[in-house]
């Protein structure tokens, strides 16, 4: 069982950067998949990131990718999404989940994520 806590979201204006944080609870966070989604208002939910068990590859987003970051850090039992050069588009309420799997439909598909945060606020004003 995993419980996930976001925080770090709030409003910002464009091309200025925030960091996401998702604290996860339990001891065997190092052996998940972490992802980062985005629902913005009248919009489906969407990938945003990615990152495996290990740190060792990270997945992104065309719309995120060269602005937006992914990282975790196993010690603290917490992934982070750093954002750059934010943009309205951006505007959002973000979730981070879990999954066990590490195999395709993983990362891009919200169905093998089993737990999942209650999601944060990022509002990026012009």
């Known amino acids: 069982q995993v419980q996930l806590v976001e925080s770090g979201g709030g409003l910002a204006q464009t091309g200025n950067s925030l960091r996401l944080s998702c604290a996860a609870s339990g001891r065997t966070f190092s052996s998940y998949g972490m992802g980062w989604f985005r629902r913005a208002p009248g919009k489906e939910r969407e990938f945003v990131a990615a990152?495996?068990?290990?740190?060792?590859?990270?997945y992104y987003a065309d719309s995120v990718k060269g602005r937006f970051t992914i990282s975790r850090d196993n010690a603290k039992n917490t992934v982070y999404l750093q954002m750059n050069n934010v943009k309205p588009e951006d505007t959002a309420v973000y979730s981070c989940?879990?999954?066990?799997?590490?195999?395709?439909?993983?990362?891009?598909?919200?169905?093998?994520?089993?737990?999942w945060g209650q999601g944060t606020q990022v509002t990026v004003s012009s």
């Open positions: 990152i495996t068990w290990s740190g060792g590859a990270t």
């Open positions: 989940a879990a999954s066990h799997q590490e195999s395709p439909p993983w990362p891009y598909y919200s169905g093998v994520y089993g737990y």
